[in-house]
């Protein structure tokens, strides 16, 4: 069975994680997670990207060596992941010696190819985004849009890949294969990208100008450009590993689509005699408060500290819910109280509730087996066959949010059956027919909540798991298995009580 390998893309370590980053970790988590639970073999790959010239100015900023320097911030992206319990089976960091020989062996193979010249190069560059810029990269009154920061001209030799000459190659490629750019729409602004002719690429940097970079094999007196090497750990994490190449999925931001990912890269492997990977998935951006990350200005959330607040599935479940993968999102206070509140505490966490609370009050905490099943009971069933029938292929299309809500939507009805049967009244009765239904009301509950919860399981493991713990459920190794309606959990045992979702108190 072909390994499904995954990767993100490796953070740059000039600041602290933040919302984006956070977002990135978990929906590739979630990727991972349900391919596993569908019975593929996963291997997840994430990372931070350590060279270039801001980190080399950083470093020099605080007194201390750039390795230092990135020794020093790494680990808090590796924390970010197992604070927002990430499944990675790997964590690549591009100063490692790994990462380092596959660089330097793909460049050895392109320079000798001659795919690799050396020439002058006298034109305009932007420090903060590391690259040089033609003027197409203007506003059109001329300026340079703010993302370049400060641009200078320059003059000086360098090394460049023939990027220009697969450009048919590559428009064909993305032309007949509509699963390399996920979503679709965004082929389009590659495929207008590529719609102008491309320049050779520079895939290196003066060691007067920049030091702090993995040296070119066959010049050192220059360094790789930070996008080949960055863009290369996707192979280098597995290149002593030929099975697992190509990659799956790649996902990204839409920002780094264009170039780097959709035609940089595709390029370098074709040049190299690489497979290409099957999929580029690039999301969008989330603002907060509708406005723009800020760390200066405080709008600004920081993941571990949010996770502290509120728990990790809390935020692992509203950046899955509230975003459609592909488009932008907003992250406020407000709207996250308000998916915490009615669909976490007040209906899943409230339905664990009830249940726990019944089955101890009028089964002495033992799960009962249903007496004859009526109408509710029937339509509770048939609520949760469409639920599933339905989550599963919108999760299979990476439509998370969608499939949350269907999930979500069982849970609701869940909590409807209970308020029409109302086994408060039933277990005050002694009339036989009442505790009957009180029985199979009971027993009702628990699978349903077992099933419910089961949907959950990629984006709240931890919830799942104490739901299952509390129900004194041991979930089998095969996930669909575990979506049938049998109630299998008749004669197990319950806890009294179990908060999932404590409300919240709003900081003022």
Not at 78 to 94: G, P, Q, V, Y
Not at 112 to 135: C, M, N, P, V, W
Not at 253 to 271: N, R
Not at 398 to 425: C, D
Request: hydrophobic share 40%; glycine share 6%.
């Amino acid at each position: 069975m072909k390994t499904f390998y995954i990767t993100t893309a490796i953070d740059y370590v000039n600041g602290s994680p933040h919302l984006g980053h956070a977002y990135e970790k978990v929906l590739t988590d979630v990727i991972a997670r349900f391919r596993r639970m569908m019975g593929e073999k996963v291997y997840f790959l994430t990372g931070t990207d350590e060279h270039g010239q801001k980190i080399q100015q950083s470093a020099r900023a605080q007194g201390i060596e750039p390795q230092d320097y990135v020794d020093g911030i790494a680990p808090e992206f590796k924390a970010m992941c197992e604070k927002l319990e990430i499944s990675n089976d790997d964590f690549i960091r591009t100063t490692e010696t790994r990462h380092k020989k596959v660089v330097c062996a793909l460049l050895l193979q392109l320079f000798d190819k001659g795919e690799i010249y050396k020439a002058e190069y006298e034109g305009y560059y932007s420090t903060r985004q590391e690259q040089f810029l033609q003027d197409k990269d203007r506003n059109e009154d001329g300026s340079w849009p703010e993302i370049y920061g400060e641009v200078t001209q320059i003059t000086e030799s360098n090394y460049f890949f023939k990027l220009a000459g697969y450009q048919e190659w590559l428009i064909e490629h993305i032309k007949t294969h509509p699963e390399f750019i996920i979503p679709r729409y965004r082929a389009k602004q590659v495929l207008e990208f590529l719609a102008e002719p491309l320049n050779d690429l520079c895939i290196s940097r003066p060691k007067e100008r920049l030091e702090w970079g993995i040296p070119l094999p066959f010049d050192p007196d220059f360094v790789t450009y930070v996008w080949f090497d960055a863009l290369t750990n996707y192979y280098s994490a597995v290149a002593d590993q030929p099975d697992m190449w190509p990659a799956s999925f790649h996902v990204i931001g839409k920002d780094i689509l264009v170039p780097p990912h959709a035609v940089y890269w595709p390029i370098i492997l074709q040049a190299c005699g690489l497979a290409l990977p099957q999929s580029i998935l690039a999301h969008g951006w989330w603002s907060i408060n509708g406005a723009k990350m800020s760390k200066s200005t405080g709008n600004f959330v920081e993941p571990a500290q949010f996770v502290d607040q509120f728990g990790v599935d809390a935020l692992r479940y509203f950046l899955i819910r509230e975003m459609s993968v592909g488009q932008d999102s907003d992250f406020s206070m407000e709207q996250f109280l308000v998916r915490y509140n009615s669909e976490l505490a007040n209906n899943l966490g409230n339905l664990v509730n009830r249940t726990l609370n019944m089955t101890t009050r009028f089964a002495d905490s033992i799960v009962p087996a249903p007496a004859e099943l009526g109408e509710p009971e029937a339509i509770l069933q048939a609520a949760w066959t469409k639920a599933r029938d339905e989550s599963i292929p919108l999760f299979e299309q990476f439509q998370f949010n969608v499939g949350l809500e269907r999930a979500m939507s069982f849970i609701t009805a869940t909590n409807t059956y209970i308020q029409q049967r109302e086994p408060w009244k039933l277990g005050k009765s002694e009339d036989p027919a009442d505790q009957a239904l009180l029985r199979t009301a009971l027993a009702t509950m628990a699978e349903a909540l077992r099933l419910g919860s089961s949907l959950f399981l990629a984006v709240t493991p931890s919830s799942v798991a104490k739901i299952r713990g509390v129900l004194s459920y041991e979930a089998g190794p095969v996930w669909k298995d575990e979506l049938v309606w049998d109630n299998r959990l008749t004669g197990n045992a319950v806890e009294k009580t179990c908060i999932l979702f404590p409300r919240p108190e709003k900081k003022s």
